[in-house]
Structure formats: C-alpha cells, structure tokens
C-alpha cells in the first residue's frame, strides 16, 4: 500500500496538510537519491536521512522502499504524460498523425532529460512480480496514444485493414476501442525499445542518431497505419 500523495485537498486539516508537506518532501530526497545512485541507492535510511527523521519516523508516510520507488514512478509518469499531451495539443495542422509524432518527440526530449525515472517507469527487473507501471488506460502516456489512435480511426486516418499488425489489427475492427489500445500498445512498445537503447548506451547504432529518431517514429507509424506526416508541423523542442 502506498500512502496518500498529492495537495492538500480543500478544507484539510492543518494535520493533512502538514503530512502532505512531510510527503512531497521525502519524494524529493527520494528522487535526489534515484538520480544520483539508482533504484538500489533510494533506500529509507538514506531519504530519512536527509529529510532529518529516524527511518521507523519514515515509514509513518510509506510503507517501505519498494512503496517510495512507487510514488516516484507515478510522479514521473504523470510528468512524462503531461510533456506528450502538451505536445499533442500544440500539432499544427490538427491532424491525428501529426498529434502521433509530437506526442513521440515530447517522450524522447523527456526521457533524455530524465534518465534516472525513465529507468524507473520502465523497470524491466527479472526479480519482480510485476511492473511498476504497467500499460493500460490507467496509465496515462498510454491513454494520451490510444486517444490519438482512437481518434484516427474515427476520422479515418488509419484504417486497421491497412496496418501492418495483419490479423491482430483487422480481428478488432468491430470494437474501435480494442483496435487504438492495440495500436497504442504496440507503438509504445516499439519508442520504449528505442529509447532505451539510446538512453542505456550499451548499443551503439546508428538508429539512436539525433537526426534517426523520426525516421524511426514514422516508421512506425506506417506500421500502425498513420499517414505520412511533415516533421516540420510537429512543435519542436531543444535537444537535451
């Protein structure tokens, strides 16, 4: 279990608030640690530590160090998701595709920018039962994909006849819905694969070129049936 996070709600206590405060501030030294030594690094005695309160005062707020790695992972996703749907908003031409391919650029400027929390949204740990954050509409950079691809199919900007998933993409043609979280799914799957390859370092490529990144992204996106897009109408955004 994971304790509550985020502003104190209208009306809260003076108590309320005060945890809420003590809250953001153990995530703040959290993320201070995951930064500087990684997920094995954030460990309670170091955020007790510096927050200045004894680790059992610690766990009065989480309940442990796989909880903490937890609260960090959903702040991180939510940063993320806010960075690809205020790139989404911002496509000039207000096309689906062109809401696609801002919304891939924003995801990589953020995770080069953000290494240390990438690396934790992404955990691909063998030792744990499940993910940290896994992909379904309550995640939201998924939900901000599927409701561009839910949106294309709609328009008729991508037909699943005309996917490259063959059978995966035409079985679903009876419930839209179905079709743009497969869409969204196998396109995530595909920017998460490419960036860490680029952020790891440990291939070197020619795929993780500066200028290849939206050679990939359209890519891509003809797999998953997009039409093609001028990267110029994408709002931009400096290299990390």
């Known amino acids: 279990m994971v304790s509550e996070q985020g502003s104190a709600p209208t009306g809260a206590t003076r108590r309320e608030r005060q945890r809420l ?33 004894t680790p059992s005062g610690l766990y009065r707020y989480v309940d442990g160090h796989e909880a903490l790695l937890d609260l960090l992972a959903m702040d991180s996703l939510s940063d993320v998701a806010d ?23 924003a995801m990589r400027y953020w995770s080069l920018e953000h290494p240390a929390e990438y690396g934790l949204i992404f955990d691909t740990q063998p030792a744990r039962d499940q993910p940290r954050v896994a992909v379904g509409n309550d995640n939201p950079a998924f939900a901000a994909f599927s409701r561009v691809c839910a949106g294309a199919l709609a328009d008729g900007e991508i037909r699943p006849d005309r996917t490259m998933l063959g059978s995966l993409g035409r079985s679903g043609q009876d419930n839209p819905a179905e079709v743009a979280d497969l869409l969204a799914a196998t396109g995530l799957a595909c920017l998460i ?13 020619p795929l993780t070129r500066e200028d290849r990144y939206p050679l990939f992204v359209q890519a891509v996106m003809r797999m998953l049936g997009f039409p093609e897009v001028s990267p110029g109408l994408a709002p931009g955004a400096p290299t990390p």
């Open 21 to 53: 405060q003590v809250l953001e501030e153990i995530k703040e030294a959290a993320l201070g640690e995951l930064r500087e030594r990684g997920t094995a690094g954030v460990t309670m005695r170091a955020v007790a530590r510096a927050i200045h309160i």
């Open 83 to 105: 960075r690809i749907v205020a790139a989404q908003a911002l496509a000039d031409d207000g096309t689906h595709a062109t809401q696609w391919f801002a919304g891939c650029l």
């Open 193 to 205: 694969g490419r960036l860490s390859i680029e952020i790891s370092g440990r291939i070197t490529t």
